[in-house]
């Protein structure tokens, strides 16, 4: 477990938000009308990468409501060379599948497919241990987006390093039964 001025220095979160195979698993099964896919990330994450500023410059309309309509979103890295260069460390987290990688018949759900060990999570955190000293703050993004894979490793980092089972959708902890034990299921209130 990082101690908690560390934890508080480290934001973990997932790259990009708006993946078709996320819904019925990450978010909602039938969301109400006006329903924010970002505000509703932000409530398990301290980080979401708008990762196609990754490729090329952003696009306003994209992403020019993400600060302004998310105050629960801490942080995002959109900017990275400019924000990153002296005080801060980012490190993108992939699983590639490195059987099925360079095989020609596979497509984009076989290549990224292979999802991080709790041993291999534990060694993340154990690096972010390290890295914290070095930079005022930490921030790494997932990008095994594949049926919320990406969210699962994220909450699974943050219970190995904070010591306590963050809240998740009950829909990712009952597709990804694994995770139940580091994450405990949201239960939105009715009254």
Not at 20 to 29: K, L, M, N
Not at 114 to 136: I, P
Not at 155 to 161: I, V
Request: proline residues 5%; glycine residues 8%.
């Amino acid at each position: 477990m990082l101690a908690a001025h560390d934890s508080r220095r480290i934001r973990i979160g997932v790259a990009g938000w708006d993946y078709p195979d996320w819904s019925r698993i990450v978010y909602p099964a039938r969301p109400s009308g006006g329903f924010d896919r970002v505000a509703w990330i932000t409530r398990w994450v301290d980080l979401v990468e708008i990762d196609n500023t990754l490729y090329w410059h952003a696009d306003p309309q994209d992403v020019g409501g993400c600060a302004v309509d998310q105050p629960t979103a801490p942080q995002s890295t959109i900017g990275l060379v400019l924000r990153f260069t002296a005080r801060g460390g980012y490190s993108q987290i992939s699983d590639r599948n490195s059987v099925r990688w360079f095989a020609p018949i596979a497509g984009r759900d076989a290549r990224y497919v292979d999802r991080h060990s709790l041993a291999e999570v534990g060694a993340l955190t154990q690096t972010a241990r390290r890295m914290v000293d070095e930079v005022a703050e930490l921030f790494g993004a997932k990008n095994n987006h594949i049926r919320g894979l990406a969210l699962v490793t994220a909450l699974e980092f943050r219970s190995l390093s904070e010591g306590r089972r963050p809240e998740a959708p009950r829909a990712i902890v009952t597709t990804h039964l694994n995770l139940s034990p580091h994450a405990v299921v949201h239960r939105d209130r009715l009254f």
